[in-house]
């Protein structure tokens, strides 16, 4: 088109553009002026909304993140939240009550768990913190936890920041407690392997403890730091709470899949050390004919060998599926734009895979679960009775008539007879007073 015809298209002329009922000419050749926040606005799909008045919208682009979902069914249908509420409910409870109870059977006999398998129960620990995390859900809605007002009337999903308490409460429980509990699996294997291959004692393990503790416990707490600071918390849909990595899967690869992958490669080559360590000392006593020490030898590493496959496959599995979280996150972003523009506000069928979502549920609850097993022996049964036995109130103490003893009295029989008991009497030194003589 020529110069000339473009000025019959487009007048610039203002005096004659400001009449009214003025014809409107379009030219291909003259850009057209560039759209207002309220055009972008609206580009954003259903169930989303702007957020920070950004301009991008198309979340199709890995690189997109202006458009937030709101609170509603966006990837996941109302059927499956509901089921993932009952279902993490369930194997919470079980967690909670088996680390308790590992953790009973520990403040009832602290002496039996020695190094290396003190970090059991530290182990126990922090799954227990972890599992009362998921609980909170039978009090709090999860509207509460994972939503934030915008300002408009409208409630929107936390994806970046520190909008919530409720939610950074979670957060701080389950990525803390979570990430140590894999650092204690490592510091276990390390003394197992320091036990077991270099031949290390109790005395010698008990000198650097103050480091497994110090590494267990500041690791989780710097990785917490860095994730607050920088504004990666964000919310769940599926489980109602806050975590790391739900929508930004760089967050997931750099403060999850890295920390986990790191811990339990390392701790499997712990693992394995030692039990080429023991397969030696098998065989050495095999040539020594001992059968009671190889009997021992082989329940121990029966224990060791049974309770490392229940961790390291549940660890492999939810590693899998961050690793399935992260190549399809950006995919799902797209299909749940795409989505709302064909089928309208109603979510006929979540988008991503709930079965592998229930999956990484269960199987970061099973290892709790299986905690138990350390302490579900005739011991730690002989130990809650010898403990009660001590509770039970002093017995009298008769007089006896030779100067150098004394009668402890105890009923013997329901009719009420006493049978007593004759024992040298202890003098007390010049630093030891005379304690009641209990039984």
């Not at 009973?104 to 129960?121: D, H, L, M, S």
């Not at 490592?186 to 077991?196: E, H």
């Amino acid at each position: 088109m020529a110069p000339d015809d473009v000025k019959l298209f487009y007048n610039t002329d203002d005096s004659w553009n400001n009449k009214p009922n003025r014809p409107v000419f379009h030219s291909t050749e003259v850009p057209l002026p560039k759209s207002t926040p309220s055009q972008h606005k609206a580009m954003c799909p259903p169930r989303y909304s702007r957020y920070e008045n950004s301009t991008c919208s198309d979340l199709c682009n890995p690189s997109c993140h202006d458009c937030v979902p709101n609170c509603s069914d966006v990837f996941f249908t109302k059927q499956h939240k509901k089921f993932a509420y009952a279902w993490s409910a369930i194997w919470a409870s079980l967690c909670v009550l088996s680390t308790l109870f590992t953790i009973a059977a520990f403040c009832v006999e602290p002496g039996r768990f020695r190094y290396p398998t003190r970090p059991i129960i530290f182990m126990a620990f922090c799954y227990l913190m972890y599992s009362m995390a998921y609980l909170t859900r039978l009090f709090i809605p999860a509207e509460d936890v994972i939503c934030k007002p915008d300002g408009l009337g409208s409630r929107l999903m936390i994806v970046n920041g520190m909008e919530s308490t409720l939610c950074i409460i979670i957060f701080l429980i389950q990525y803390y407690f979570g990430i140590a509990s894999h650092i204690w699996w490592l510091v276990l294997t390390l003394t197992w392997y320091l036990a077991a291959s270099r031949k290390w004692g109790l005395e010698a393990i008990n000198s650097i403890a103050c480091y497994f503790h110090l590494f267990a416990w500041a690791v989780p707490a710097i990785l917490t730091i860095a994730i607050l600071v920088s504004g990666r918390v964000d919310s769940n849909e599926l489980t109602g709470m806050c975590y790391v990595g739900n929508y930004d899967k760089w967050s997931l690869l750099i403060y999850i899949i890295i920390p986990m992958s790191l811990l339990l490669f390392v701790g499997e080559i712990f693992l394995l050390a030692g039990f080429a360590a023991l397969f030696k000392i098998r065989t050495n006593l095999k040539t020594q004919i001992d059968n009671s020490n190889i009997r021992k030898l082989e329940k121990l590493m029966a224990k060791i060998g049974v309770f490392a496959i229940l961790y390291t496959v549940p660890a492999v599995c939810i590693l899998g599926a961050h690793v399935h979280e992260f190549m399809n996150m950006d995919i799902w972003r797209c299909l749940s734009a795409d989505f709302t523009v064909k089928f309208g506000d109603v979510l006929t069928n979540s988008i991503p895979t709930v079965e592998i979502h229930m999956l990484k549920i269960f199987m970061s609850l099973v290892v709790g679960i299986t905690l138990s097993m350390w302490v579900l022996s005739a011991k730690t049964i002989h130990s809650c009775e010898r403990r009660c036995c001590r509770q039970k109130t002093s017995l009298p103490v008769i007089p006896s008539a030779h100067k150098n003893s004394y009668i402890v009295a105890r009923p013997t029989d329901r009719a009420g007879y006493m049978q007593h008991y004759k024992f040298p009497v202890r003098h007390p030194g010049p630093h030891r007073p005379m304690h009641e003589v209990t039984m």
